[in-house]
């Protein structure tokens, strides 16, 4: 990647002495949404305070369009935040939210009044500048939280979990209008998230992080169907780590470490007897809980009747799903 936005070099980071991430680098390119993924305690919550300038590194550099941010302090590095709660002041109406930085800065009235609706109508908020946080919505919320960080020339934008307080349903929803919204203004964003579908669903890359290390960074189509480590496999979607005798018999794993993801274990026709255990219903799907030579296999059963729990079925793999680590036997 030549000339990136953002470029985070050797970062080394901790608390009172104790290393969290020993060793992090990215490069994120203008107007990419690049998602910081991984388990609670992997240090991604820890690399994003560390680029906003709330935690100054034991080691490293990070460059914000080729100028040294690593030591500034939070305000003067050009980063906007976007914090779990959206942090809008209560009492103030969205218009005084977004213009808070501007007249903190000491803009003039004038000034203040058409960058803010300027920002406004990019936002889609326009019609709701004189209310408060209470009387809008949580997308127009998130929305006055994104001007109001942009507003001030941020070149890139951070997301620390906004999405974790909400339902299911409103977290999708949610998530929708932020890549909208990204798409139509163009910044850039790093997103921390510890649901995988969200960062499935939002980014152009993902960062996935395990015990303060990248396993791997990629597209989500690459994390989801090239795994690059067996945590990567057994991570990114939902998938059986098939022990050494059903690997070897289903999936010819000759002694290698072998996953595979539920969607892509057949059940019916040809193949070896299971034992269906439980059936979980799912909407357009099922999740069938089977034995196998007294193992445990999960398949996914999408738009056909599944079993019962009790009846005895067929399973196979479909052919090149198996993820294999390791040398052969």
Request: a neutral charge; glycine letters at 10%.
């Given at each position: 990647m030549?000339d990136?936005?953002?470029?985070i070099?050797?970062l080394k980071?901790g608390?009172?002495?104790a290393v969290?991430?020993?060793d992090f680098a990215l490069?994120?390119?203008a107007g990419?949404?690049v998602?910081?993924?991984?388990p609670s305690g992997?240090g991604k919550?820890?690399?994003l305070?560390?680029?906003a300038?709330?935690?100054?590194p034991?080691?490293?550099?990070?460059?914000?369009?080729g100028?040294?941010?690593?030591?500034?302090?939070?305000?003067r590095?050009?980063?906007?935040i976007?914090?779990?709660?959206?942090?809008?002041?209560?009492t103030?109406?969205?218009?005084e939210?977004?213009?808070f930085?501007?007249?903190?800065a000491?803009?003039?009235?004038a000034?203040?009044r058409?960058?803010?609706g300027q920002?406004?109508?990019?936002?889609?908020?326009?019609d709701?500048l004189?209310r408060k946080?209470?009387n809008?919505s949580?997308?127009?919320?998130?929305?006055v939280?994104?001007?109001?960080?942009?507003i001030?020339g941020?070149?890139?934008?951070?997301?620390?979990?906004?999405l974790?307080n909400?339902?299911?349903?409103?977290?999708?929803?949610?998530?929708r209008?932020?890549?909208?919204?990204?798409?139509e203004?163009g910044?850039?964003a790093?997103f921390?998230?510890?649901?995988q579908e969200e960062a499935?669903s939002?980014s152009d890359?993902?960062?996935?992080l395990n015990?303060?290390a990248?396993e791997?960074?990629g597209t989500?189509r690459a994390?989801?169907?090239?795994?690059?480590?067996?945590?990567?496999?057994?991570f990114?979607?939902a998938a059986?780590?098939?022990p050494?005798?059903l690997?070897?018999s289903l999936?010819g794993a000759?002694?290698?470490h072998?996953?595979?993801k539920h969607?892509d274990?057949?059940v019916?026709?040809?193949?070896?007897p299971?034992?269906?255990v439980?059936?979980?219903?799912?909407g357009p799907?099922?999740?069938?809980d089977?034995e196998v030579?007294?193992?445990?296999?999960?398949?996914?059963?999408f738009?056909?009747?599944?079993?019962a729990?009790?009846d005895?079925?067929?399973?196979?793999l479909?052919?090149?799903?198996a993820?294999f680590f390791?040398?052969?036997?």
């Amino acid at each position: 990647m030549s000339d990136p936005l953002l470029a985070i070099d050797g970062l080394k980071l901790g608390y009172d002495g104790a290393v969290v991430v020993p060793d992090f680098a990215l490069a994120v390119a203008a107007g990419e949404f690049v998602s910081l993924l991984g388990p609670s305690g992997c240090g991604k919550s820890t690399v994003l305070r560390a680029i906003a300038g709330f935690l100054p590194p034991m080691k490293g550099t990070i460059l914000l369009k080729g100028r040294d941010i690593t030591r500034l302090p939070p305000e003067r590095r050009d980063v906007g935040i976007v914090f779990q709660n959206y942090a809008l002041f209560p009492t103030m109406t969205a218009f005084e939210n977004i213009a808070f930085g501007l007249r903190v800065a000491g803009a003039k009235e004038a000034e203040i009044r058409a960058r803010v609706g300027q920002m406004a109508e990019t936002a889609g908020i326009a019609d709701y500048l004189d209310r408060k946080p209470a009387n809008l919505s949580g997308g127009q919320q998130q929305r006055v939280a994104i001007a109001r960080a942009l507003i001030m020339g941020s070149r890139i934008l951070l997301f620390d979990e906004p999405l974790s307080n909400l339902d299911a349903k409103v977290r999708v929803t949610m998530r929708r209008e932020i890549k909208r919204f990204q798409r139509e203004i163009g910044f850039t964003a790093l997103f921390v998230t510890h649901d995988q579908e969200e960062a499935l669903s939002l980014s152009d890359r993902i960062v996935v992080l395990n015990g303060g290390a990248v396993e791997q960074i990629g597209t989500p189509r690459a994390l989801y169907a090239e795994p690059a480590t067996p945590f990567i496999a057994g991570f990114i979607g939902a998938a059986n780590e098939l022990p050494q005798p059903l690997a070897d018999s289903l999936a010819g794993a000759r002694g290698r470490h072998c996953f595979v993801k539920h969607e892509d274990v057949l059940v019916g026709g040809e193949g070896m007897p299971a034992r269906v255990v439980h059936v979980e219903f799912l909407g357009p799907m099922a999740r069938i809980d089977m034995e196998v030579k007294g193992h445990p296999l999960s398949a996914l059963s999408f738009g056909t009747a599944p079993p019962a729990a009790g009846d005895t079925v067929r399973v196979t793999l479909r052919d090149g799903a198996a993820h294999f680590f390791g040398p052969a036997a």
